[in-house]
């Protein structure tokens, strides 16, 4: 989870970065598009392997608590 709060962060930098880029002239309006895309597929990454770990958490620990568990569900 860490990961993608500090992923989120960066973005959010690059971004700011690259509006001040373009803002500046150093940068056209085609290269911002494709950064752009760019850095929401990086971020787009980096939420897929976080909630792809979370997923095998949850899965582990239903495996190993199971009975633990479900014995609270039942109170």
Do not use: C
């Not at 150093?26 to 980096?46: F, I, K, P, T, Y």
């Amino acid at each position: 989870m860490i990961n993608l709060i500090e992923s989120t962060k960066d973005y959010w930098r690059k971004l700011d970065e690259l509006e001040a880029a373009y803002k500046r002239g150093d940068v056209s309006v085609e290269e911002v598009d494709v950064r752009v895309a760019q850095l929401m597929d990086e971020l787009g990454h980096e939420r897929r392997v976080t909630l792809s770990s979370i997923r095998q958490s949850i899965l582990r620990l239903w495996q190993d608590q199971r009975e633990t568990l479900l014995g609270f569900a039942f109170l």
